[in-house]
């Protein structure tokens, strides 16, 4: 077995090790088609039951009912931040967004390009994004109410949705999908590019209410239309099979090794908590969100001597801690404990942090 380390990037991010291992068991025969995922036809038997597996796993474990599609779409989070406004805007009704950091941001920037009009119905910004805007006023009017539930780059994170007032909410989940429980009936669409919590780069995972196809207009091209993907069982082109394959053996095991959705938030609890808990009880970490606003997979915090900063990260990496460099666009420290970071490399991280303090402190 390689040296592995334990790895608390931002994304692309840890997966779960028995589905790495899983992948290279049966990398050169796969269910024994003689051929490997990266060779079958995606017309095939074997490619149909993956896809399947994924959708229907998806479905059973967000506990989604059948008025909901899950589809799979190239181009990332990001092409989703343009699909959105193009496909389920409608005449003469604004865009509602809320901005809570870098994504969000984004996600606005885009729906602007395109002409909509779009109201900023809360924001953060006033304080570098550090908390979530929980008063939010939905007039009724929007088309649809935009939010990012986790701020994989500011560490916060929604703890309660907010409520549209029977507008659809859309929800970009990228950094919190299959992390924990919750109520789908609100939405209109979720999506979330898989890279974070349930697999590799490559996809956008994309839940959609089936009458929200209905918006869709008929003159867009093709790629570009949600109702292309969702009569097609997204496969009206090639999809990227090895990146669907990957997802639903990490949805599997979400469901079958772990227990489930309700199981896996109560890990993530318990794994933020070991975090959270060293840094509030010190004075030489500080915590960089708001606490009732700080997120569950993405822990942000400074040293409370920033010059430190460069020595913790480097220190941490020869103790085979990686990923711990705060996202480029506001510095500091970052410890990403998707699902498939362990409790047991959560422990160490906090071993390693206690221990960095009793020689630095
Ligand atoms: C990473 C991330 C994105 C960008 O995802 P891409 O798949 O690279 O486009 C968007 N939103 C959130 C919340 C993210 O964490």
New binding site residues.
Partial sequence: MTNRINNFNA?PAALPLPVLEQIREEFLDLNGSGMSILEISHRSKWFDKIINEAIERTKRLLKLGDDFQVLFIQG???LQFCMIPMNLSLENKPVDYINTGT?STKAIKEAEAQGKDVRALASSEDRNFAYIPYDVKEDGRAAYLHF?S???IKGTQWTKFPDAGGVPLIC?M??DIMSRPFDASPFGLIYA?A??NIGP?GT?MVIIRKDMLDRVPSGLPSMLKYSTFAEKNSMFNTPPCFVIYTISLVLRWIEETIGGIDRMDQINREKAALLYKLIDSSGFYKGTADKDSRSLMNITFRLADEGLEKKFIAEALEHGFGGLKGHRSVGGCRASIYNATGIVQVKALKNFMADFEKREG
Wanted: aromatic content about 6%.
């Fill in positions: 994304g990332g989070a990001s994504w990012t986790n701020n994989t970009d990228s950094s590019g890279q974070k780069s956008a």
